[in-house]
Structures are given as structure tokens and as C-alpha cells.
């Protein structure tokens, strides 16, 4: 689905360029357990895709060949590929640091029960999706009970040691804005998030990521169909701030995605806008063995002002504080 592609092809976007690649953000495949308003995979329990094992070799195989540092691993819900524990543990091997993007509630479903377990010995970063510190906000945006299943994830992770100052097992969680709006500032609302989560629930967490939500696929449509694109893509640009340019995330991440091909980041994925240097070819994740993408022109379009609007917002959070 690209029912915002139309506009946001009209809308120009600064020009930019790779540097050094050091992170590979890999999509392992669209099935998740939840289908999230906000989610910009438009991921759900009857998608199939999923990335195969010679794929997985092949990410292991970039990972050691390029001395990438980082792996950033996102779905879907990644835990549900069935080459996820493989991967993690090869690549943890190598001294790669992995970060898992997990939606809380996998924690529970059947098959992974010793799912927190594993990362928590496999030292995996998780960055968990957390919309907001109320129930009903929460429910409303990714479905009827998950904020009761979040809580006990939560609390089950910080008896592994997860969030917990010392142990080195860092929990970020996520939070996006309910609708067609800005986050609000990172440090306040984790301050908030910690305050909230701590007196009632007794949770621990590292730190809080805001992100924008990007106009495209489910969220992209739904502001379609209530006509508040150009509303919310007219919002983006006027909070379009020059100094984030220097930290968007496509500068130094590749996203791959479950075939194995590669986009300038995760939200080109989803608009099928491939990395590559002529218009209708693809380049595959295997190129990487033998080609330095650094210097190279980024893909960019209207929706990057998700990137660059207020504070910024990047897979890794805000990138600077929010302007006065």
C-alpha cells in the first residue's frame, strides 16, 4: 500500500549522502502477533513473508566481511522468524551488538515462553514498543489487553535484570504519538513515562524513544481516508529542522529487507524504494561483500520530514532536544 506515495513524491527533501555503514537493520519478516494503528509495515497475523535461512547466512556473512558493529533486528515480529535464535547467537559471537525490536506481548505467546530468557543471555538490547503510560491509550492503538500483557513482560524482564542500572541488559521503550502529531519532548516524557511506570507498576526501563509516525502505509492511510495528509505532511515540514540532518539514521544504517534487498532505511522499504543507482534495479544485501556504499546518494522524499520535524526522530529516538 503506498495511498500517501502521490504527495509525498511532490514534496522536496534536503539531498544526503552515506557515510561509513555501521549499522544492518534487517526486516526478518511481516507476521506479528498484533496489527498496530500506527505501524508503518502494516505488519498483521496473516502476513507471510519471512526472511529464509541462506538470507540469514548472508547477513552473517556482511556483518563479519564489512566489520559492521551493530544489528538492528525489526519485523513483523522478528522473534517469530524461525532463524531469529541462530542469527542472534551467531552474531552475538562475532561481538556484534543486537538489538531486538520487540512488541512486549511475543513475550507471551505460545512457543516463547523462554523467549526473555535467551536475549537476556545472548545480552540483546530490546527496544520495546510502549505508546504511552495509560491503558486505554495504549489498547486503543495496538488492540484490547496489551497493555496488561506489556506490564507483565515488563516486569518479567527487569526480574532478568532488564532496565536494571548495573547488569548491562539495556530496555528502551517506544512511544509514538496517538495521531497526526508531533512527540512531545523526549526528556520530559521520560521523566514522566519513569515517574508513572515506577509508582504504579513498580517498572524499570534504560531510556524513552520518541518517534514521529511516518504518513505511510496503515497510518499513512488512515490519514487519507480522514483527509489529514496534507494537514500532517504541512506540519512536518514547518517543524523541519536543518541541524537533524547531520544525525538521521539512513547516514549509517542499511535496511535489508525479508528477500534481502537493500533500502537507505526502513521506511523506504515500506514505499518500495530500493537502494540503487538506476531506476528499476534492486541492489541485494550481497554486494555488500565486496562494495563500500559510502559516499553514495540517499532516497528521499516528503515523508523524511518525519525525520526531521521538532527533535527528530530516528530509530534510536529524538536527535536533539526539543526547540523552545
Known sequence: M????????KIPFPALQRRRLDTLQVNLGYRCNQSCVHCHVNAGPNRTEEMDGDTVDLVLQVLDRRHVGKLDLTGGAPELNPHFRRLVRAARDMGVHVTDRCNLTILEVEGHEDLAQFLADQQVEIVASMPCYLEDNVDRQRGKGVFETSIRSLKALNELGYGIEGTGLALSLVYNPQ????PPNQIALEADYKRMLGERYGISFTQLYTLANMPIQRFGAVLATHNQLEDYMALLQHAHRDENL????????????????????D???????????????RTHLSALLHTDLAGTSIKVAGHCFGCTAGQGSSCGGALKEAAE
Request: aromatic content about 10%; overall charge negative; charged content about 20%.
Open 2 to 9: 503506498r495511498d500517501s506515495w502521490p504527495l509525498l513524491e
Open 179 to 182: 495521531g497526526p502529531s508531533l
Open 267 to 281: 521506511f523506504n522499504q515500506m514505499l518500495d524504494l530500493p537502494l540503487s543507482s538506476l531506476p528499476g534495479e
Open 246 to 265: 547531520d544525525g538521521v539514521m539512513c547516514r549509517n544504517t542499511i535496511s535489508v529487507d525479508y528477500r534481502g534487498y537493500l533500502y537507505d532505511c
